[in-house]
């Protein structure tokens, strides 16, 4: 599996790397390929159907085990291939403490 880094700074993979989504709550799972990443996101092809999925928010295993893994949140959908952007704590956290102070 050779990777090639763009100008960009994104990764992209010649025949993509296997992994795993996961809904927050575990309820569901799907085989994926991560075609190209980079430190904010990644762009996955989706081995079966997503419909019916909750894809606003969800986990990408990057190990067997579970015990690597990013938060993600669904930025784009063509077809069998999806756009993630990658959450962070730290992030998350501003946000949600904009929305008080705007409240």
């Given at each position: ?10 990764v992209v993979f ?90």
């Amino acid at each position: 599996m050779v990777a090639e880094r763009n100008k960009d700074g994104r990764v992209v993979f010649d025949r993509g790397l296997r992994a795993q989504m996961m809904a927050i709550d575990g309820t569901w799972r799907r085989p994926c390929l991560i075609e190209d990443v980079s430190e904010f996101g990644a762009k996955l092809t989706i081995e079966g159907s997503v419909e019916g999925l909750n894809l606003k928010e969800f986990f990408l295993l990057l190990s067997s085990t579970g015990l690597a893994y990013r938060r993600c949140e669904l930025s784009w959908i063509n077809g069998d291939q999806i756009g993630v952007t990658f959450l962070r704590l730290d992030k998350k956290k501003k946000r949600q403490a904009a929305q008080v102070e705007d409240a």
